[in-house]
């Protein structure tokens, strides 16, 4: 018990130690989540970082599965070791095992899914990617991949095999059937985007890949066995993008460029809406808020190929506006919360399930219209 309080306080200390950066997650880095005692992720013996000083308390702790775990505050802490991990604190860990990362990977957060910072974590601390003595690929080829992903059918029915190219040198993406001779898609970069969703798919690596053809959204839903596969996947399209944003866009600075490599959809959820007249009955939909393209795009269900249509969202100043009430002459026989998205074109008339989720989607869309 004198040992476990003795290290527990000696753990403190170096959390709260001045110019360390273990008041942050070593790994995600956000603040205030540390909460030592608990796993060491990595190991002195293979020249790492304890790191346990400012790793998240929950999230990024199970995530860290590359080393064997033990609870610190039940080590003996003697004083070359407490010495050590003064020394070497988060801040200097990531100088270490972050000293090349490539512009275009994706550095997880804590609320990232399980497997996008599983293997950020074993990237870094197993396989040393992005060590000073590792050799940075280019974009061009690290957004060249072959292989195969499972994506969901038509219908929604069942997952298939499926053989998927990516060339950023060509600027497109493809994929093949077994039956057929050519591909069954050939998908501009310029529109390729892809985000994680797994609970949407219902699999811990399931990946949504969207894109635009013939002016329409396009849904493709994939995953694969392996978690390092489908995020070298996630990331091999990211450093397309980032090839194809660079080679077209040369003199936008690389702050304003990274976020536009990929995204995730500001909200999304069920929604009921009504037709152009606004006497149509009133259908479930599946909506998806894409603020960066500043698109409220519809779906019959989550999991379509094809959206049903979608709404641009302007800025104020340019006639859109959001509120809770209905237009004139609008009559709804459900008392449940509404949202009215008015364009300069027409209004759209939203029903919501509860007033939280009018709420929730009342200041999605309030976003889109002040940012600029």
């Known amino acids: 018990a004198m040992d476990y309080e003795r290290n527990k306080a000696l753990l403190l200390e170096l959390q709260r130690a001045a110019g360390t950066g273990n008041d942050r997650c070593a790994d995600c880095g956000d603040p205030g989540k540390a909460a030592p005692p608990g796993p060491a992720s990595q190991r002195t013996a293979a020249g790492r970082p304890w790191g346990s ?76 990617e992005f060590l000073d003595t590792q050799v940075c690929q280019d974009p061009c080829s690290a957004g060249s991949r072959e292989g195969c992903l499972w994506k969901l059918g038509k219908g929604r ?68 066995e392996s978690g390092k596969e489908i ?8 450093a397309a993008r980032y090839h194809y944003l660079r080679t077209t866009f040369p003199n936008v600075p690389e702050p304003e460029l990274i976020p536009r490599i990929t995204r995730n959809f500001a909200k999304e959820g069920y929604m009921e809406k009504t037709g152009p007249k606004q006497k149509e009955a009133f259908k479930v939909r599946w ?42 002459k609008v009559w709804v026989k459900k008392k449940k919360p509404v949202i009215t998205l008015v364009t300069p074109v027409r209004e759209f008339v939203f029903i919501c399930e509860n007033e939280r989720k009018q709420k929730e989607w009342m200041e999605a869309l309030n976003r889109v219209i002040t940012q600029l």
């Open 53 to 128: 000083a400012g790793r998240c308390s929950s999230r990024c702790r199970s995530a860290a599965v590359s080393a064997p775990l033990a609870p610190l505050a039940h080590l003996t802490v003697n004083y070359f070791v407490f010495q050590f991990m003064r020394n070497h604190g988060n801040l200097w860990a990531k100088a270490k095992f972050e000293a090349k990362v490539p512009p275009y990977y994706y550095i997880p957060k804590s609320r990232d899914c399980m497997v996008l910072r599983q293997q950020w974590i074993r990237a870094k601390y197993e396989r040393g």
């Open 157 to 224: 029915r069942q997952f298939q095999k499926r053989q998927f190219l990516l060339s950023a040198r060509e600027g497109v993406m493809k994929y093949y059937s077994k039956e057929s001779k050519g591909p069954k898609a050939v998908i501009s970069i310029e529109t390729l985007n892809a985000m994680f969703q797994v609970e949407k798919i219902g699999h811990s690596h399931g990946l949504q890949i969207t894109y635009i053809t013939d002016g329409q959204t396009r849904n493709l839903f994939v995953y694969h």
């Open 231 to 238: 995020v070298d996947w996630f990331n091999a399209i990211r």
């Open 287 to 328: 909506f998806c808020l894409d603020s960066q393209e500043r698109n409220l795009i519809y779906f019959k269900n989550p999991l379509d190929a094809f959206a049903q249509g979608q709404v641009f969202i302007g800025r104020r100043d340019e006639g859109y506006e959001v509120r809770d009430d209905l237009p004139q």
